[in-house]
């Protein structure tokens, strides 16, 4: 497997990563995908690891602090 670290990849590859492990973003929408692409935008843009965003994520799950709101498909 190739290492996933903003070192050793392109926007482009971080991009089709985050997609990738997603799944189909653009397909049936349950409102929660936007807030899970921005939640990732500073892997794609290369400011963060997904490690770190991850560990923050966990850390706010495990403490009950709030993410990212649902805010549902733009069309509704």
């Known amino acids: 497997m190739k290492s996933v ?3 050793d990849t392109t926007r482009e590859e971080r ?3 985050v997609a990738e492990s997603i799944g189909n973003i ?4 349950d409102g929660c995908s936007p ?4 939640m990732y935008a500073d892997y794609i843009e290369g400011r963060r ?3 770190e965003i991850n560990m ?3 850390a706010r799950y495990i403490s009950g602090a ?3 709101e649902r805010t549902g498909c ?3």
């Open 49 to 51: 690891e997904l490690r």
């Open 35 to 38: 807030g899970l692409i921005e």
């Open 74 to 76: 733009a069309g509704q």
């Open 26 to 29: 653009d397909g049936a929408c």
């Open 56 to 58: 923050e994520f966990q």
């Open 15 to 17: 991009e089709r990563i």
């Open 66 to 68: 709030t993410g990212p």
């Open 5 to 7: 670290r903003i070192a």
